[in-house]
């Protein structure tokens, strides 16, 4: 399964993450359907090129023609001015397998929690930090997710 791949990948590397988006929603409990899988991370160059070395490690290929440390130098004006909010990966060889490490946002800070799922232990980003930046985005799937995730009870 695609997001043990990432997670073993990401831990072994000792990358702080969190995961977010669509997974991050249907593990709080909402029915959520998504493709890819959106990580958080530190806005810190070790912590961009360790992920880009582990996701490598795992076949996974950026979807820019840039490295950790460009995506990291040039973060606000590819959100601001481009209009782009994560730092993608694919597989060539496995066409649903995505990885985005969201840009417009700083795992330093945020309130995280572990959540067993299987035999993993994943670290996604608390519902109410969640719903911020989902509200931030303002996208129409990011409010329908708010509305999802606020109808859960605690």
């Known amino acids: 399964m695609m997001i043990e791949k990432v997670a073993g990948a990401l831990d072994a590397k000792g990358v702080e993450f969190a995961v977010v988006g669509g997974y991050a929603v249907a593990l709080h409990g909402a029915l959520r359907g998504t493709l890819d899988l959106d990580l958080l991370l530190r806005l810190r160059r070790k912590d961009f090129e360790d992920a880009e070395a582990a996701l490598a490690g795992i076949g996974f290929l950026p979807r820019l023609p840039a490295s950790a440390a460009e995506v990291l130098a040039f973060r606000e004006e590819l959100v601001r001015r481009r209009g ?12 649903g397998a995505l990885v985005d490490i969201v840009l417009t946002d700083d795992l330093a800070g945020k309130r995280v929690r572990r959540l067993r799922a299987g035999r993993l232990s994943l670290p996604i980003v608390e519902k109410d930090e969640l719903i ?14 708010v509305r ?4 859960i009870r605690a």
């Open 132 to 145: 911020r930046m989902k509200e931030a985005a303002g996208r129409p799937q990011d409010l329908e997710d």
């Open 148 to 151: 999802a995730l606020r109808g």
């Open 84 to 95: 782009v909010h994560s730092w993608g990966f694919h597989r060539p060889d496995e066409p």
